[in-house]
């Protein structure tokens, strides 16, 4: 075997997914605190990269959606990544879950006008809109509520507004953009923060790097 090869299969390229937005600030901080400088991905971002290289720690960094995050990781295109309990419910991938890092907290919730309050018993055709649809059937199929589900892709809380629906299931994090539209709590359906995310073949293929990974932001996290 040459020396070249010898290297690659002693220190393969472990490979990260991580959400560009506002998760991502979070976990470079994260990472920084376990030993694991990826400040390169901060600075890169600026100039639009999107696969950095981290040579000094044998990683790369993947910048990509928050809501793709499990595709890389699922597919194997990345090693491990990080995504919101929102997106990883949603999605429902085959994944491992192994570690709660407890940044970009929000809430699910379901939530309706102030003025025109739904009335389950009254038995009519209830609309709820979602980036969530997945979730929100599981949520209205577990209290036997029959409802209509429309997807959106942002901009959630102008649909009980504007007649396209009677209810939201939304992220809240401050509250203040369902206050700024009259809107109220109904009830949550989930406590989100980020986790990270393995896929089952990285697992047994670099299980121990992951490991250390994990055992050095399991410190950082318990450590507050
Ligand atoms: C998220 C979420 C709410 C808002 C909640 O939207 O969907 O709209 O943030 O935050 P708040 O409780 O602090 O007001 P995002 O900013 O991701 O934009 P979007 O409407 O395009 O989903």
Do not use: W
Request: glycine share 8%.
């Amino acid at each position: 075997m040459n020396k070249k090869t010898t290297k690659a299969a002693e220190s393969p390229i472990l490979t990260i997914a991580l959400p560009r937005g506002r998760i991502l600030d979070e976990a470079l901080v994260l990472f920084a605190r376990a030993g694991v400088d990826l400040g390169a991905a901060d600075k890169s971002r600026a100039g639009r990269r999107l696969i950095i290289p981290i040579p000094e720690h044998q990683m790369r960094v993947l910048i990509v959606r928050d809501t793709d995050v499990p595709a890389y990781v699922e597919h194997g295109a990345a090693h491990l990544g990080i995504a919101g309990r929102d997106v990883l419910e949603e999605q429902d991938r085959d994944l491992y879950e192994p570690l709660d890092l407890g940044i970009g907290r929000c809430r699910m919730v379901v939530a309706e006008p102030e003025d025109q309050p739904v009335d389950e018993n009254a038995h009519v055709h209830l609309r709820y809109a979602t980036k969530f649809p997945e979730i929100t059937r599981r949520h209205l199929q577990a209290r036997g509520t029959v409802a209509e589900i429309i997807k959106l892709y942002g901009s959630i809380e102008i649909a009980p507004l504007v007649g396209l629906a009677d209810r939201i299931v939304d992220l809240v994090s401050s509250g203040e953009t369902l206050r700024q539209h009259n809107l109220i709590e109904v009830e949550t359906i989930l406590e989100v923060s980020a986790r990270v995310c393995v896929g089952r073949a990285a697992a047994k293929l670099h299980g121990d790097r992951i490991d250390e990974i994990l055992a050095r932001l399991r410190r950082v996290c318990s450590a507050g």
